[in-house]
């Protein structure tokens, strides 16, 4: 059974300051890795999604990797703002199309 | 408009109640799941349906079930509400080719 672990729990860092995210996983059968931006309270924002077959995504500020023969992902946020304080979650989708998530990194960033 | 739409989005009721939550979705996309959210637990998948005729069974199956009224409707329902089915619940789509995954806002319930 596929096991999603993300290290670390929380983090809080000072606003500027670039942002690091882990997420390792255990089979790497996977169809895809996603990571999603979660609120207070709220619901789920897809962030970056990549293939398999791609090491990386960029959008703005955040850029992604994926390892699969190492079986890690790694979020990173440039130049951190507080609007980037939120929990961040990876999620793996099996070739049957169904995700495993993790439980997330709390991220605070200080102004 | 949101393009994953859930109602209600918060619901108190009471042990042993039936409850429905809906799901509606403008996306276009075959693949609808059910999930909750638990403090500490993560997300856990409940239910997810391919197409209108396919239903299946995800991890924690037992205590719900579900109804996929039309493709872009896809229902959850607690026959006999109990407390430790208080969680948030998330619906959520996606397309055949990429499996990028798209939720709603959530359904906040509460058994008392």
């Known amino acids: 059974k596929q096991e999603v672990t993300q290290i670390p729990a929380a983090l809080s860092v000072p606003e500027g300051e670039n942002l690091v995210l882990n997420c390792s996983f255990t089979?790497?059968?996977?169809?895809?890795l996603q990571w999603f931006r979660q609120d207070p309270g709220k619901g789920l924002t897809s962030l970056l999604l990549?293939?398999?077959?791609?090491r990386e995504q960029t959008s703005g500020r955040l850029n992604a990797s994926l390892d699969k023969s190492s079986g890690r992902s790694t979020l990173y946020i440039a130049a951190s703002q507080p609007g980037d304080s939120a929990t961040y979650l990876c999620?793996?989708?099996?070739?049957?199309?169904?995700?495993?998530f993790g439980a997330g990194t709390q991220v605070v960033v200080t102004p | 408009d949101a393009d994953v739409t859930q109602t209600p989005r918060n619901r108190i009721t009471k042990t042993g109640k039936r409850i429905m939550l809906e799901c509606s979705q403008t996306k276009g996309h075959d693949r609808m799941y059910w999930y909750r959210q638990d403090p500490g637990l993560g997300l856990r998948l409940i239910y997810y349906s391919f197409d209108v005729k396919d239903i299946n069974k995800g991890e924690i199956s037992d205590g719900y079930s579900v109804s996929r009224q039309a493709q872009a409707k896809f229902s959850l329902s607690l026959e006999s509400a109990i407390p430790n089915q208080t969680a948030l619940y998330f619906c959520a789509t996606s397309d055949r080719r990429h499996n990028e995954q798209f939720f709603g806002p959530g359904t906040r319930l509460t058994v008392l």
């Open positions: 990549i293939q398999s077959s791609q």
């Open positions: 999620a793996l989708t099996d070739s049957w199309g169904k995700l495993q």
């Open positions: 089979d790497s059968a996977i169809y895809n």
